[in-house]
C-alpha cells in the first residue's frame, strides 16, 4: 500500500473549519489550545504542552491504540512518552478526515490517522514486519475525547482505536520519512502563543453580558 500524501500544515483544518464558525469564546480558546497541542507535540515541542494555561499538573491519559492499551496519570508518566515519541520520530503524525465537536469542558474527534512508528518500535509491540530498521506508517481510525477544566486546562486524553483488525502498516521508502526536524520546520511558523485567558474568556464574557443588559434596558 502507497503512504497517503502528507502535509503536516494541514492537519490541524477540521480545527481551523470549527474556529470560523464558533463565537463563544470559552469554545474558541479551548480549540486554540487543542491546535496548539498537536502542533507542539508534533514539531517535538512536548514540553511548551505543560505550561500551566494549557495542561493541569498531573493529566491523566487513557491510551487504547497502536497495539497499547494503558492509562497515565500524572505529568511525569505523560511526558516520559512524548520524550519517547520525539527520540524515536513517533510524534510525528497526521490527521485524515477529521471531524471535530467541542462542548462546554471537552473536545471530541473522529479521525483517521497516520503516526510514523520505526520498525524496532512495532516489533516490541507484537506487529510483525521485515525491516526492523526501517521506518514505517501506522493507519487507523481513531475517536478521542480531550477534557478541559474550567480554565480550559488540558485534564487528559482518552483515545481509542476503534477497530484494531482494520489497522495498516506501511513500509516508508527513505525518502517518505519525516523527520521531527522537517515537521517542526514546517509547523513552527504556525505555532502561536495561546492568548490570555482572563482577557479572553472572562473578558469577552463580561463584554457579552453587558451588550444584553444593555439591549434589554
Known amino acids: ?8 500544515t494541514k492537519t490541524n483544518i477540521a480545527i481551523d473549519r470549527l474556529l470560523e464558525t464558533t ?63 520525539t ?8 490527521a485524515e478526515d477529521e471531524q471535530v465537536a467541542v462542548a462546554d469542558n471537552f473536545i471530541a474527534s473522529t479521525l483517521h490517522g497516520h503516526q510514523f512508528m520505526p520498525g524496532q518500535v512495532l516489533q516490541a509491540l507484537g506487529f510483525t514486519v521485515d525491516d526492523p530498521d526501517a521506518m514505517y506508517v501506522y493507519s487507523a481510525h481513531q475517536e478521542m475525547v480531550w477534557p478541559y477544566d474550567d480554565r480550559c486546562r488540558l485534564i487528559g486524553e ?13 513500509k516508508c521508502r527513505p525518502e517518505e520519512v519525516i523527520t521531527v526536524a522537517m515537521a517542526a520546520e514546517a509547523l513552527n511558523p504556525l505555532i502561536k502563543p495561546l492568548p490570555s485567558y482572563d482577557q479572553y474568556v472572562l473578558g469577552k464574557a463580561k463584554a457579552s453580558t453587558g451588550a444584553r443588559n444593555r439591549a434589554v434596558t
Open 1 to 8: 500500500m502507497a503512504l497517503p500524501k502528507i502535509d503536516l
Open 158 to 170: 482518552d483515545v481509542w482505536e476503534v477497530d484494531p483488525e482494520k489497522a495498516v502498516i506501511t
Open 87 to 94: 527520540e524515536t520520530g513517533q510524534c510525528v503524525m497526521y
Open 23 to 85: 463565537q463563544n469564546p470559552r469554545h474558541r480558546y479551548m480549540l486554540m489550545s487543542y491546535y496548539r497541542h498537536r502542533y507542539l507535540e508534533i514539531a517535538g515541542r512536548y514540553k511548551e504542552i505543560f505550561e500551566p494555561d494549557m495542561t493541569i499538573e498531573n493529566p491523566v491519559y487513557h491510551f487504547h491504540a497502536l497495539g497499547v492499551s494503558t492509562t497515565l496519570e500524572g505529568r511525569d508518566a505523560v511526558e516520559t512518552l512524548y520524550r519517547e515519541w
